[in-house]
């Protein structure tokens, strides 16, 4: 058993998740996937996704892709664990494009994992290699190193494995990997046992490809 999480980003409006999901579903009823499947969109969608999936197989999740440090209260425009405690089950925490563009760091991201947790939120934590500093006891780790992300660069499961083993994670920990993974690489990596499941970016965005990629397992 594999885990799958689409994370849309910034990406799709209403129509277009609705689209999204009237053919993932069409799909994903063909193939009968014992996987778990974890799809994050924009905040703005998230409650209209989870009606799409309500009466949906307990194997597809929806989370977020990032949540506030704050609990609820005067900050204009956030959004908090405690607005999302009954939308979601899972939170991405620490994606790169967070802590690029939005200045995240050890701190800020101690406190979203807090957050999380407070709501009983799980946070998929993500690393971008040995060189971040924290790491939190997740029970979801996935590393994304920045040269993939988004570029078409995948790297190869074999680095992949060693990065994995520097870490020295719980035996509980699920390793997540995620960069440019797509229905063509996507079995290199399910192969291995040690590979628990993978983040996927641009090729969640369209549904075929999506499932092409549950369906290899
Ligand atoms: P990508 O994105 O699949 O487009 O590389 C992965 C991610 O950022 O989670």
Known sequence: MKYFIANWKANKNLKEAEEWFQIF???????????????????????????????????????????????????????????????VNFAIIGHSERRNYFHENDESLNNKIKQARKYNIEPIFCIRGQTDKIL??????????????????????????EVKKSLGLDQSAKFLYGGSVNENNVNNYLKYDEIDGLLIGTASLDPIQFINIIKTV
């Open 136 to 161: 939190p006891e997740v029970k979801f780790l996935a590393y994304e190193p920045v040269e993939a992300v988004g570029t078409g660069l995948n790297e190869e499961p074999e680095k992949v494995l």
């Open 25 to 87: 579903i069409r799909e994903l009823h063909r193939i009968q996937t014992p996987n778990i499947i974890i799809i994050c969109p924009p905040s703005a969608l998230i409650y209209s996704t989870k009606q799409f999936i309500k009466n949906e197989p307990q194997n597809i999740f929806i989370g977020s892709q990032d949540i506030s440090i704050f609990d609820q209260g005067s900050y204009t425009g956030e959004v908090t664990g405690y607005s999302l405690q009954d939308l």
